[in-house]
């Protein structure tokens, strides 16, 4: 699935960022926003 990757690597990045903790809550990682 290389193509499917390929279309999700702009929201890829996007989800990087933004983790969801164990209890549902939005951790917000700098890991480094490349699109947006």
Do not use: C, P
């Amino acid at each position: 699935m290389t193509s499917h990757v390929e279309l999700f690597t702009e929201q890829r990045l996007v989800i990087d960022v933004v983790k969801v903790d164990n209890k549902g809550r939005v951790l917000v990682k700098g890991r480094g926003i490349v699109t947006i």
